[in-house]
């Protein structure tokens, strides 16, 4: 149980394009996800936490006009990266939680590898 | 601001070795604690979660103990494989509902 997945596993697209990023909880419902960036070779940073109905906070330093997060359904979140450039390439992974608590597990999907050209 | 590093950034031993990675935090006010497994460009494998009333949880070879008044955690792997080789993070999940990851220990093991 508690899988969560993305869509898609890896994108390569043009500078100045958008591209959107699907985090789906397959066997439960995630009242609440979260959004992370990871450079090569670096650790993951939180981008912003998103619960399900209302707006996505964002941590210092994201812009909430190119990284526009939607969390419609307790099973789908999505992350859109407006008018991507390069400095934008990343691996972007998403987790989600079903639990209202801290303390509940995330549960973290397999990573999308964004590539701006 | 909570802060979170591993020590060491990378490590190469041989294939049977009993391993011993560590994971600091400047902030004890957390809720639980976390080593997780990234093997290249995949996403993360849950290993162990400690609450912060814990000291300890075991799976297989692996062992994991939590000291939250000193900032520390270590994450002991007994009998060294081969398919233990990725890379090692540890996080800890803040009262603002955050997890913090560490810096991350790379991890080959040589046959």
């Known amino acids: 149980g508690a899988v969560v997945s993305q869509h898609p596993s890896w994108v390569i697209c043009k500078s100045g394009t958008s591209v959107k990023i699907e985090c789906r909880s397959l066997?439960?419902?995630?009242?609440?996800m979260f959004w992370y960036r990871q450079f090569p070779k670096q650790s993951l940073m939180l981008m912003a936490t998103?619960?399900?109905?209302?707006?996505?906070?964002?941590e210092q330093g994201v812009e909430k006009d190119k990284f526009l997060i939607n969390h419609a359904s307790l099973t789908l979140s999505t992350l859109t990266v407006t008018s991507a450039h390069p400095e934008d390439s990343s691996f972007y992974i998403c987790?989600?939680?079903?639990?209202?608590?801290?303390?509940?597990?995330?549960?973290f999907g397999p990573g999308t590898r964004l590539t701006v050209t | 601001k909570q802060e979170v590093t591993q020590i060491p950034a990378a490590l190469s031993v041989p294939e049977g070795e009993n391993l011993v990675l560590n994971c600091s935090f400047t902030?004890?006010?957390?809720?639980?604690l976390q080593w997780f497994r990234q093997d290249p460009g995949k996403g993360l494998t849950s290993l162990l979660l400690?609450?912060?009333?814990?000291r300890e949880q075991t799976s297989g070879r692996l062992n994991a103990s939590l000291d939250k008044s000193s900032g520390r955690s270590t994450l002991y792997i007994a009998a060294s494989q081969p398919g233990d080789s990725a890379t090692y993070l540890c996080?800890?999940?803040?009262?603002?509902?955050?997890?913090?990851f560490g810096t991350g220990t790379r991890l080959q093991v040589f046959p």
């Open positions: 998103s619960n399900e109905g209302s707006k996505a906070t964002y």
């Open positions: 400690i609450q912060s009333s814990q």
């Open positions: 996080a800890v999940l803040l009262n603002t509902d955050k997890l913090i």
């Open positions: 987790s989600a939680r079903s639990g209202t608590g801290g303390a509940d597990e995330q549960y």
């Open positions: 902030d004890s006010a957390i809720y639980n």
């Open positions: 066997d439960f419902q995630a009242t609440t």
